[in-house]
């Protein structure tokens, strides 16, 4: 993650434990939603991947949940502030109606609740879901408008200034769910 003398790494779930909490997110999801109209729409990039997750454990229990993607970076309220820092543009695709549909985003941690906000103006450029619950492998609170998930993996308390790195091997070549911590030290 870094090699950095200055921060300090906890791993708060391993690749097992992030499988154990996936199998949990799916049964969750088909608990509540058994017999509805459902679609997943993963926020890239990691929200992506977990909603990709979620849908194979469902997939192999008979249940099966397209899965669309979508890149929130044009919806972000942080955009002018981004200097030189910009996103890179990902392709949204969500290859269904979500009229009338119960969409579920993906994330893998929600923070302050900007991102979701983001996804959420995003989503509805796609048009009316009948409902929109949230999935989400991580919450860390410190919500800055009031956004809640509807399904959590984990919820852990950090410091506003600590953050929650989630590794997919997928997206990063390496599995792990960190809590990086500054320690005060230099290089």
């Keep these: 993650m870094s090699d950095r003398t200055d921060i300090?790494?906890?791993?708060?779930?391993?690749?097992?434990?992030?499988a154990e909490t996936i199998s949990i997110l799916a049964d969750e999801?088909?608990?509540?939603?058994?017999g509805e109209d459902v679609a997943f729409v993963g926020i890239f990039t990691r929200g992506v991947t977990l909603a990709r997750r979620v849908s194979a454990v469902l997939a192999k229990r008979g249940i099966d949940y397209p899965v669309g993607t979508l890149d929130i970076s044009l919806y972000r309220d942080d955009f002018d502030n981004r200097g030189t820092d910009l996103p890179r543009l990902e392709?949204?695709?969500?290859?269904?109606?979500i009229d009338?549909?119960?969409?579920i985003l993906f994330d893998e941690v929600?923070?302050?609740?900007r991102t979701i906000r983001a996804a959420l103006d995003g989503l509805m450029d796609y048009g009316r879901p009948a409902r929109i619950e949230l999935a989400v492998l991580v919450d860390r609170g410190h919500r800055e408008i009031?956004?809640?998930?509807?399904?959590?993996?984990?919820?852990?308390?950090?410091?506003?200034?600590?953050y929650v790195k989630v590794r997919f091997m997928e997206d990063d070549g390496k599995e792990g769910?960190?809590?990086?911590?500054?320690t005060g030290g230099g290089e």
């Design 146 to 162: 009031p956004i809640q998930p509807d399904y959590v993996g984990l919820r852990v308390e950090t410091k506003f200034e600590e």
């Design 110 to 113: 929600i923070f302050t609740g």
């Design 100 to 103: 009338g549909t119960r969409v």
């Design 177 to 182: 769910v960190f809590v990086v911590r500054e």
């Design 91 to 97: 392709s949204s695709d969500v290859p269904f109606a």
């Design 8 to 18: 300090s790494i906890e791993e708060i779930l391993s690749p097992e434990r992030i």
């Design 29 to 34: 999801v088909a608990g509540k939603c058994e």
